[in-house]
């Protein structure tokens, strides 16, 4: 079967969900691109972080954009004149991501579309030999992240997460700090997100859809709904249907360094609090204002946002707190530093436990590297810095915080086999729930 063919059958999803299962060897294996060979790359979604994306990896030599999609014709021209003024050279403008998938001068693809379009590109285009880089969170479902990476193992392509913290160099030092020990034994983790530059979402009514917007096609598999503005472009991740809020916007980067830091997995289980206390009478769906604590095997990890309000724990709008028996290690995107317990057996000296670190400044451009690990992998075959498991283990761990504040009660996780323990209600929060005709493909 054609790949061209193929693709569009399998949006039609006539063979319903054992679709993938029984094409596995349609496409061919993920072609090896040589160092000195040029990497060519497509960027879908163009708007915001992916033309953030598309600008930071064209610092990296050999890589040249080939093609551009998005769903708005408005964009995709802006998008595609502002390149062809930095570049000199033209793309191949598309609306539909899978015409991107079957251009064969495409290498890997830059899935950067709203949340709830992360996953059929980015499992079509490991179907269709590309490498993909996709943004953060993973997916907007447990069960879309499992079946992603179900999808990198079976086609073994290169796949990057855009967790881009993960490349920072300052991070990477605050880890290793928190894995010497030095802090004792880590009890407890904040991390939070105080966003004071994020107001209210005025109520508006429906419309009739803008010119060269194919919102049939934005919406893909969530609900059908008549357009309206709040829920198109960055609005968007304040609607279950299309995002999570902040837990998985801001949550799934300070979340990330959590796990990294604690080398943890999954929790045991979740209990989480919180609604719309700055603005409730607004637009937006997902809490302003939320704390959720999550119970792994020796420590605890708590989570906590907040609109219109930006002075958060250690006078950081964000962050993460690494607390140990011996100090605690503040780290956000501006530096780290490490503040010492007080010595209980000297208080009258006020000595210290372990040596204080003063801020240690952040270096370099986060997502500058991220893009170029990306494009080395491509060269080397190398696992990503942010490798699709651990992508979808902190968006995974976002969801769970999610899914307990929507039923407002305690949830447990059983992180082995990755389902909800005896609780039919979370499980179908963590199931995908497509409008026809697209189908999440089963592997």
């Not at 879309?144 to 030092?173: D, F, P």
């Amino acid at each position: 079967m054609e790949r061209r063919k193929f693709i569009e059958y399998s949006s039609k999803s006539a063979l319903g969900a054992g679709l993938a299962a029984a094409t596995t060897n349609v496409f061919s294996k993920t072609k090896t691109v040589a160092p000195s060979d040029r990497v060519r790359l497509a960027l879908i979604g163009c708007n915001g972080i992916g033309w953030s994306n598309l600008n930071a990896v064209l610092k990296t030599p050999g890589v040249e954009f080939v093609s551009l999609c998005d769903v708005d014709q408005n964009i995709l021209n802006k998008r595609s004149a502002e390149l062809e003024a930095q570049t000199g050279k033209k793309t191949v403008n598309v609306g539909d991501f899978r015409k991107v998938l079957d251009n064969k001068e495409v290498d890997a693809i830059f899935v950067c579309t709203p949340d709830h379009w992360h996953a059929l590109p980015m499992i079509y285009g490991c179907q269709a030999g590309k490498d993909v880089y996709v943004e953060k969170p993973l997916a907007n479902s447990i069960e879309e992240c499992l079946t992603m990476v179900k999808a990198q193992k079976r086609y073994n392509n290169v796949v990057q997460v855009g967790q881009q913290q993960r490349s920072g160099i300052h991070w990477q030092n605050a880890i290793a700090y928190v894995h010497s020990g030095k802090l004792g034994k880590l009890r407890m983790v904040k991390a939070w997100s105080w966003l004071d530059w994020k107001g209210t979402v005025p109520i508006l009514p429906d419309e009739p859809v803008p010119a060269g917007v194919d919102y049939d096609m934005w919406l893909g598999p969530a609900p059908k709904k008549p357009f309206n503005r709040n829920r198109f472009h960055f609005t968007f991740r304040w609607y279950w249907d299309y995002a999570g809020g902040l837990m998985t916007d801001w949550g799934v980067h300070m979340l990330d360094m959590v796990l990294f830091g604690a080398k943890a997995g999954g929790p045991k289980s979740v209990v989480a609090a919180g609604g719309k206390y700055a603005f409730p009478n607004d637009a937006m769906q997902t809490p302003d204002m939320m704390n959720a604590v999550y119970e792994f095997d020796d420590f605890l990890m708590s989570w906590e946002h907040t609109i219109g309000i930006g002075r958060g724990p250690y006078d950081r709008s964000h962050g993460v707190a690494f607390i140990g028996s011996e100090g605690t290690l503040v780290v956000d995107r501006s530096g780290w530093e490490v503040i010492s317990e007080y010595d209980p057996t000297n208080k009258l000296m006020k000595a210290y436990k372990m040596t204080p670190v003063p801020l240690q400044k952040s270096q370099g451009d986060d997502r500058v590297a991220h893009t170029a690990n990306f494009i080395d992998c491509i060269k080397t075959r190398n696992k990503p810095i942010c490798d699709i498991e651990t992508g979808a283990n902190v968006a995974i761990n976002a969801h769970l915080g999610n899914i307990a504040i929507r039923l407002g009660k305690k949830v447990y996780w059983d992180s082995i086999n990755q389902k909800f323990i005896n609780d039919p209600q979370a499980q179908e929060l963590a199931n995908a729930h497509y409008r026809d005709p697209w189908k999440l493909p089963v592997l």
